[in-house]
């Protein structure tokens, strides 16, 4: 697809139960982030992957949280024994990596997953 | 850390009147500065950006000016349309690498007739 997709578009759980959120970054790009949107904490980072390098975890919550990206494309946020404090929207976006003076990463979002803990 | 502060909202304006919201930053070093837009509905978008100090970044009759000196971003519109009706998010990010996105609280604007 042209865009980057996000599945399920709407995720409904129990509290206690497991989730996994699904993202497909822009094809090409090497650059993956996930964000939190919640009504109490507005957009919150939560980790980054970067082509082969370590991911930067250091937005993730709590260790209930993880993250992977296998062979440098799709990504799976996982949530373990998920709480009601976790219902929120989550965003995935993918960037072309630029570099050097003047350069920006323009991040491309996704419509997000949005997790309800009952 | 780094950190965004924006006007709170909601912003109510009548079409055709004239657009500031205001946002200021805290970051070390020079960071690019982005306003993302996010309409009823829909993801988040880039509206527009700028790298370096005294950049303006311009789009749809969007204006922001990168101003070191006040450490300050504002998004301005010369006339405002009831399709501009979304919430905005001033955000910023280390240039020159792949950076998070740190972003304000957003501010929802609603444009009415």
């Known amino acids: 697809g042209a865009g980057v997709s996000q599945s399920p578009s709407n995720k409904v759980t129990e509290k206690g139960k497991d989730v996994e959120l699904r993202c497909d970054p822009i094809s090409g790009h090497t650059a993956l982030y996930w964000y939190r949107q919640s009504l109490g904490q507005g957009l919150e980072f939560l980790i980054y992957f970067q082509g082969n390098s370590a991911p930067d975890k250091s937005g993730l919550p709590s260790d209930r949280f993880s993250a992977e990206r296998t062979g440098g494309s799709v990504s799976t946020l996982t949530i373990q024994r998920t709480q009601q404090e976790d219902s929120a929207v989550y965003l995935c976006?993918?960037?072309?990596?630029?570099?050097?003076?003047?350069?920006?990463?323009?991040?491309?979002f996704g419509p997000g997953t949005r997790l309800t803990v009952l | 850390g780094d950190s965004v502060t924006q006007m709170e909202g909601p912003v109510t304006l009548s079409e055709e009147a004239f657009l500031t919201i205001n946002c200021t930053y805290t970051?070390?070093?020079?960071?690019?500065l982005f306003w993302y837009v996010q309409y009823p509905g829909e993801g988040l978008q880039l509206l527009l950006k700028?790298?370096?100090?005294?950049d303006k970044g311009s789009n749809k009759g969007f204006e922001a000016t990168y101003r070191k000196e006040t450490t300050s971003f504002h998004l301005e519109k010369g006339s405002v349309q009831v399709s501009d009706s979304a919430v905005y998010f001033c955000?910023?990010?280390?240039?020159?690498?792949?950076?998070?996105?740190?972003f304000g609280t957003g501010t929802r604007l609603q444009v009415t007739l």
């Open positions: 700028a790298t370096k100090a005294d």
């Open positions: 970051a070390t070093g020079y960071p690019s």
């Open positions: 976006a993918s960037s072309l990596v630029a570099s050097g003076r003047g350069a920006y990463n323009e991040q491309f």
């Open positions: 955000a910023l990010s280390a240039t020159g690498t792949a950076s998070k996105l740190t």
